[in-house]
T-cell receptor
């Protein structure tokens, strides 16, 4: 079967750094994406890794290790507005995304 | 960036009736659109892949006769929930791929369906 595992919840304080891990097991793999979703809203694209290594986009970075079937999203300088659900998702060519179950991040002051 | 709209944003209907949800790509053409449903505090579950001009591809366990998908143009896909039941109450979200950028999907704002 196909599965993506990520922690269900993470809590942190403003200004801190948080890492959300994702391990995956899928029949096809082109890359790993990360999406953010606020309550009641639509998922928004954060980052994508097709190759091993770190991709940095402002306060957010994403890492991929294809050999380990593992990736993570790193959020730095946390702000209250970062409180949301974060989903890792596997891109399979020609098909839709396969989403993990999501990690709820709660940022407190 | 690319914008995807959905209409309606919220709908309440009675059991046994049908509801149509529209998904539009506003500033780009989308040969492929996807329909997901999401229950509270849960992940997005793919229902079907909608291809312009051809039949949709449904995921295992999704009844194609109950969830009718039509992708009549490069900017519009519709999902019709037929003979709705309370258990169909959910958040339905569509997404579209930007041609040539297959790794990034643009999601609509979602439609909250409540069946009474």
């Amino acid at each position: 079967g196909q599965s993506l595992e990520q922690p269900s919840e993470v809590t942190a304080v403003e200004g801190a750094i948080v890492q959300i891990n994702c391990t995956y097991q899928t029949s096809g793999f082109y890359g790993l994406s990360w999406y953010q979703q606020h309550d009641g809203g639509a998922p928004t694209f954060l980052s994508y890794n097709a190759l091993d290594g770190l991709e940095e986009t402002g306060r957010f970075s994403s890492f991929l290790s294809r050999s380990d079937s593992y990736g993570y999203l790193l959020l730095q300088e946390l702000q209250m507005k970062d409180s949301a659900s974060y989903f890792c998702a596997v891109n399979q060519a020609g098909t839709a995304l396969i989403f993990g179950k999501g990690t709820t991040l709660s940022v407190s002051s | 960036g690319a914008v995807v709209s959905q209409h309606p944003s919220r709908v309440i209907c009675k059991s046994g009736t049908s509801v149509k949800i529209e998904c539009r790509s506003l500033d780009f053409q989308a040969t492929t659109m996807f329909w997901y449903r999401q229950f509270p505090k849960q992940s997005l579950m793919l229902m079907a892949t909608s291809n312009e001009g051809s039949k949709a591809t449904y995921e295992q366990g999704v009844e194609k006769d109950k969830f009718l998908i039509n992708h009549a143009s490069l900017t519009l896909s519709t999902l019709t929930v037929t003979s709705a039941h309370p258990e169909d109450s959910s958040f339905y979200i569509c997404s579209a791929e930007l041609a040539g950028v297959s790794y990034e999907q643009y999601f609509g704002p979602g439609t909250r369906l409540t069946v009474t």
